[in-house]
């Protein structure tokens, strides 16, 4: 029996305003019936909605979980931009009092213990809605579709689907980098052991920098290398029982030249001190500034080639490419805009119950796309047959 969706309130709870905050914000504050903005302060959450020009479109919060919890009523949409360890506790209360969540982090087991209860409750638990993850997510599920309408479900074939994102400085620079997200994060991504299929076969980098390879987007080489585990998304991503992955790998993507600039960054990964590591983290975020001057660039990259013995192929391509500007940084557009498109579908009650990642099918996902254009959000599809 499937379970009904519990109604939506109008009311939608922002909460942080960091780096990933920006203009889907605004979108929503369009949208709602009511948005409140929870920051550390009721004064920085004030701030925030100046800098953003919502300033009388949304109402400024202190946050803390029991505060929140005091203003949370049954339907509301709790959004969560805060990192993803604070995400479960957060679930946790929103499950308590009936309200639906949405982030834009890939989801942890913490949370999915939680998706029953909140499933059961009618209540959406809206994941993976960013950038990457999130318009990833739906340029896969869109080419996979067309692949399979192309060369057919029971047709045995072979297939390489690559999928590579990086926020990159606009203008290059000698660190060939500029954090979008915290230093720590990123030092502590470098650090996870990366999972892919390669060669038909599954593959672990321990430290996925050293499986860097050079990958040529629109004429413009970069540097890859893989990121977490990609190897459940060939389930995730709906693709046929009858292909066989030859390449299957979700990763990063950097500037030219990075592998050698960040040498000596590696060699302190390598060496595995945490204290050093979180010290490091620190300095990094001193050294390299991000600054209202400098603009950040959003590369995301996501082909998919089927191959069939018989000699049918199929060819396609997904790419967004997209500098920030002096109002909102690339970053923040595209992961804002992402996770606001879906809320506005948590308020309308068309996402269903439960655990969703980003839009899991395809007409979904295509619907998606072309909300994203319209608000916005510029890529480009590129069909070989």
Not at 138 to 145: E, K, W
Not at 249 to 270: I, P
Request: proline content about 6%; glycine content about 10%.
């Amino acid at each position: 029996m499937t379970t009904e969706p519990a109604a939506a309130s109008g009311t939608v709870h922002w909460i942080g305003a960091g780096l990933s905050t920006g203009s889907g914000l605004a979108a929503l504050c369009d949208t709602a019936e009511r948005v409140r903005l929870w920051h550390r302060t009721e004064a920085r959450a004030a701030d925030a909605l100046g800098r953003l020009g919502l300033t009388g479109r949304a109402e400024p919060r202190a946050y803390t979980l029991p505060a929140l919890a005091s203003e949370l009523a049954p339907g509301d949409v709790v959004v969560s931009m805060l990192p993803a360890p604070e995400h479960a506790p957060l679930l946790a209360e929103c499950v308590r009092q009936g309200a639906h969540f949405a982030c834009s982090s890939y989801v942890s087991d913490a949370v999915l213990e939680q998706v029953p209860a909140a499933e059961r409750a009618g209540l959406v638990v809206l994941t993976e809605a960013g950038l990457d993850p999130g318009i990833d997510h739906l340029f896969a599920h869109d080419l996979v579709a067309r692949a399979r309408e192309a060369i057919g479900d029971e047709t045995p074939a072979s297939y390489t689907l690559t999928s590579y994102c990086g926020g990159v400085p606009a203008v290059p620079n000698d660190f060939t980098y500029r954090f979008s997200w915290a230093p720590a994060g990123v030092l502590g991504a470098l650090r996870s052991p990366a999972r892919y299929i390669e060669g038909g076969a599954q593959t672990l980098a321990e430290r996925p920098w050293e499986a860097t390879r050079r990958h040529v987007v629109d004429g413009e080489t970069f540097e890859v290398y893989p990121n977490r585990d990609s190897v459940p998304f060939v389930a995730q991503y709906g693709l046929p029982d009858a292909w066989t992955p030859r390449t299957f790998v979700r990763g990063t993507l950097r500037l030219e030249g990075w592998l050698r600039a960040w040498d000596g960054v590696f060699e302190e990964l390598k060496a595995g001190d945490d204290g050093r590591i979180a010290a490091l983290a620190r300095e990094l975020a001193a050294a390299h500034p991000t600054t209202d001057d400098d603009h950040d660039r959003v590369v995301l990259a996501v082909s998919l080639d089927v191959r069939a013995p018989s000699g049918r192929s199929w060819q396609g391509g997904y790419l967004l490419d997209l500098v920030g500007d002096a109002e909102e940084s690339a970053m923040a557009r595209c992961v804002s805009r992402t996770l606001a498109l879906g809320v506005r579908h948590v308020l309308d009650g068309s996402l269903p119950p439960g655990l969703n990642r980003a839009a899991e099918t395809a007409a979904r996902s295509g619907q998606w796309l072309r909300e994203l254009a319209r608000d916005g959000v510029e890529f480009t599809l590129r069909v070989d047959q």
